[in-house]
């Protein structure tokens, strides 16, 4: 099936008669990319299909006032980052729990999760990522498993694209150090 451009969405958004059209053409492009990019911050999958419902509750309600100053898709990333950051810290002070604790239990709940299915050099890559600080392991998502460009990701973060670089750089050397701590049976 051929892509949709962003442009054909939102002409046919704008329109009454076809806006649900629209809406479906946007969800089949972008649901499963926002649904990985939020799982990947969140871990637990119902509470990332809570998220991504709430994300595309925003979208919809707002998609009429998108200005078209930036993509489309890195205003719908933009939208989740925030979601799921939101998220992260109200069960931080839910639990009045300090982050790597929080990070504990998600790598917990990752290992005991049945949507989980890769194998333990991936388990071990998602437990390595949740021992990052919230910014270095969104920027690492969104440049290693999302594919985006610095410059993309300056965007739906607010920050300069050095400051990525280095963020990124600093997080795949602690990575790294993880990976070679850690042992690996198989």
């Known amino acids: 099936m051929k892509q949709v451009e962003d442009s054909e969405i939102l002409e046919k958004f704008s329109n009454e008669k076809t806006r649900n059209e629209a809406f479906n053409l946007l969800l089949n492009k972008y649901q499963q990319k926002i649904y990985w990019h939020i799982r990947r911050l969140v871990i637990n999958h119902d509470d990332t299909d809570d998220l991504v419902q709430d994300v595309f509750i ?18 719908i990333y933009r939208i989740a980052t925030n979601e799921s950051i939101t998220f992260l810290n109200k069960k931080k002070q839910q639990n009045n729990t300090p982050m790597d604790e929080v990070s504990g239990e998600l790598a917990e ?18 437990k390595a990522l949740l021992t990052l600080p919230e910014k270095q392991r969104l920027i690492f998502n969104m440049k290693y498993f999302n594919e985006l460009k610095y410059e993309e990701i300056a965007e739906i973060t607010g920050t300069s694209v050095g400051a990525l670089k280095a963020s990124f750089h600093i997080a795949v050397k602690k990575i790294e ?3 070679l701590n850690e042992d690996i049976t198989f």
Do not use: P
Not at 109 to 122: C, E, R, T
């Open 58 to 75: 925003k979208v919809w309600k707002n998609l009429e006032k998108f200005r078209s100053d930036s993509q489309l898709y890195t205003w």
């Open 109 to 126: 709940s990752l290992v005991a999760a049945s949507y989980f299915n890769g194998d333990k050099i991936q388990l071990k890559l998602q």
């Open 177 to 179: 150090v993880f990976m």
